[in-house]
């Protein structure tokens, strides 16, 4: 009996897979015209788990998350996740960004290989695009996706820049 509950244990380990997402995430946040750093910038990096149903994967619900600002050097730090997973039973995909900052619309990486470096631990630029009309702040501001998995207390400080924004343009009733 000891055997085979040993056997049945070591079976389970062997199933078990670390899910790191690698990182640290260190980045700088510029404006995508000038270069200059930007303070103030709301940064949050989130994960979801999902499992299996007879469809496909299903069921995702949130995992983990990290949010932080920028300070007047335009950088951040978000720390390195780890999690384990059960092949076929549970699945952890992430990070997902949301990088915001009222008056800037979508960030880019300055170059393709950028998002290898950012992976890997290494500093990389976001540029966030500067939004100089009211249209095209509205029209950022209708397409952004809030992250509903995220619970509302893991993600404050991005609902507090994204109502700002709304007031400051007029679109009234908070974000929640």
Known sequence: ?????????????????PAGADG?????VVDAETGRPLAGVVVLAFWTRSTPSLGGWAATEYHA???VVTGPDGR??????????????V????????????????????HEDAVDHFSRGQETELRL????????RVAFMRAMSVPVHVP?????RLMD????ERLHLGLGGDLK
Do not use: C, D
Not at 24 to 28: E, F, S, V
Not at 76 to 89: A, C, E, K, N, Q
Not at 161 to 164: D, F
């Open 129 to 136: 695009e500067p939004l100089t009309t009211k249209e095209a």
């Open 24 to 28: 640290p995430w260190r980045g700088q």
């Open 152 to 156: 509302v207390e893991k993600r404050t």
């Open 76 to 89: 951040f730090l978000i720390g390195s996740r780890w999690s384990y997973t059960i092949p076929l039973v």
């Open 91 to 110: 699945k952890v995909q992430g990070p997902e960004w949301r990088v915001f900052k009222p008056g800037y619309g979508a960030w880019r990486y300055p």
């Open 1 to 17: 009996m000891r055997h085979l509950l040993l056997t049945l244990l070591v079976g389970l380990a062997a199933l078990v897979h």
């Open 161 to 164: 820049a994204l109502n700002i």
């Open 65 to 67: 998350s990290e949010e």
